[in-house]
């Protein structure tokens, strides 16, 4: 048998490859397929199925275009959410995907209506389940999210979640591998370990949807409060209509000189995939500071589906590949150009410059000290009440500053600084550059962010503050 993970960087996707004797099935693919059609040429495998365990939130899936390149069918549940599917499976039913290798459909709703899991069995042990293709229903060390269909009917869906993980997957038997679609850092489920391997056996010794009752894990459920990213909407459309046609091409993104970009990025957003401390240094007036490993996060928070996309990266030969393929994943493919040169050649060319300040751990008393300071924290609520915050900081996730800032901070008409503050400085730069185009004046990043101020002993509070504003359910970017 043969048996691969794919792992998607920055929206920490994974899909599988399983198959035996030539033939193959790929599990929850991505839509740039080259990798998985590159594994099945390894193995002199044929793709003969695009297994889907639901329409995916985060990512425009690949199973149409599988289907296209290599004639897969596309496999999945009769739940009408789904797209297209040419071979409907209802709960319990099955076939063999390879020679010797059987999948068992198991309707597990509760993160979407129509998710789906498939037990593998094998020929050597037809009666026990060697593994099972979760989606996200169940994670490593964690229960997928329920609020994506409906918020208002979290706690009904978590419900539902938890009845189908042990009516459905705790009959697997312990040594079930469990084979989820995410891994730790999706927006698609909370505290996911930080590992890629599991059993039934292990998960339900530790496993909220498992060691907790019923009630407690609704409760837990309802008091998750998740970022949901803008663009999800977008994806659940895509996906319901079979995805997207083919990735835009790096090759077919311009290469445009300092002017021209200039003139031509007024037509659209610019994104800035340098580090925070470069951004700081030096940038387009107007940019987005988004670091690469961060571009299929958060582009989608920012820029609507057909917003004209211009990048600046440190080497275009080296990273811009990256970069289209990370905003195609969540359906930007407008990307029109990168800035010839970097930054260097937008600076030697005399073009206008805008920067933002930078304030290490140790000196954000000192500043306060000279001047009005304020303190804004943009980590999720789980990282600022549970891991601690600086003393008086106000608190508005990253995701929502453009949107929210008003609420916050109404006023920047004062001398007041802003010193922004996350985790280490990258969603703080992003942040930043936020502020910037909204009129803010003194803008600083707190570089090494929280884990800085941690390692020097810094004081910290912990639980909500009465400055932090509540993150409403976003339905699309606001430019």
Not at 69 to 79: D, M, Y
Not at 233 to 251: D, F, I, T, W, Y
Not at 287 to 296: E, R
Not at 334 to 354: I, N, T, Y
Request: net charge negative; hydrophobic share 40%.
């Amino acid at each position: 048998m043969i048996f691969e993970r794919i792992k998607t960087p920055g929206i920490a996707h994974v899909a599988y490859l399983i198959g035996n004797q030539g033939e193959a099935a790929v599990v929850d693919p991505r839509r740039d397929v080259d990798e998985y059609l590159k594994l099945a040429r390894k193995h002199k495998l044929t793709i003969k199925y695009a297994i889907e365990t639901h329409r995916q939130e985060d990512f425009v899936m690949g199973s149409a275009e599988l289907a296209r390149q290599c004639g897969a069918k596309v496999v999945n549940g009769r739940h009408t959410a789904f797209g297209h599917g040419d071979i409907r499976l209802d709960d319990g039913e099955g076939f063999e995907i390879a020679k010797g290798i059987r999948i068992v459909a198991l309707h597990t709703p509760g993160h979407t209506p129509e998710s789906m899991c498939y037990a593998v069995h094998l020929d050597d042990a037809p009666d026990h389940a060697w593994a099972v293709f979760t989606g996200d229903t169940l994670f490593i060390g964690e229960a997928g999210r329920t609020d994506l269909t409906d918020p208002s009917q979290t706690g009904e869906h978590a419900a539902q979640l938890y009845d189908a993980v042990h009516n459905k997957l705790l009959p697997l038997g312990d040594q079930t591998i469990v084979l989820p679609a995410h891994g730790s850092g999706s927006v698609c489920g909370g505290n996911i370990a930080e590992r890629d391997d599991s059993t039934i056996g292990l998960e339900r010794r530790y496993n909220p949807v498992f060691v907790r009752s019923r009630q407690a894990f609704v409760q837990g459920k309802l008091d998750e409060r998740i970022p949901r990213p803008p663009y999800f909407r977008h994806m659940e459309q895509v996906n319901s209509k079979g995805g997207m046609g083919p990735p835009l091409s790096a090759g077919a993104v311009r290469v445009l000189q300092p002017k021209d970009f200039q003139a031509e990025s007024r037509r659209g957003v610019v994104f800035d995939l340098r580090l925070p401390e470069a951004f700081a240094g030096g940038h387009v007036p107007g940019s987005y500071s988004i670091w690469a490993d961060g571009l299929p996060v958060f582009a989608g928070w920012v820029a609507e589906p057909g917003t004209p996309i211009y990048l600046v990266v440190d080497d275009a030969e080296t990273a811009l590949d990256d970069a289209v393929k990370a905003l195609g994943r969540v359906g930007l493919d407008h990307v029109k150009g990168v800035l010839a040169g970097s930054f260097e050649g937008w600076r030697d060319h005399g073009l206008p410059m805008a920067g933002v300040g930078t304030v290490e751990a140790g000196r954000v008393d000192e500043d306060a000290a000279r001047r009005d300071l304020r303190v804004l924290d943009v980590r999720d609520d789980n990282e600022f009440e549970t891991e601690g915050h600086i003393p008086g900081a106000s608190h508005l996730y990253v995701g929502y500053v453009e949107l929210e800032l008003d609420r916050l901070l109404p006023s920047f008409d004062s001398d007041a600084a802003v010193v922004v503050t996350c985790g280490v400085g990258h969603r703080a730069s992003l942040a930043a550059s936020m502020l910037l185009r909204r009129g803010a004046r003194d803008v600083r990043n707190l570089l090494g962010g929280m884990d800085a101020w941690k390692r020097l002993e810094r004081p910290m509070d912990f639980g909500a503050s009465e400055h932090s504003v509540t993150t409403p359910d976003v339905e699309g970017p606001r430019l």
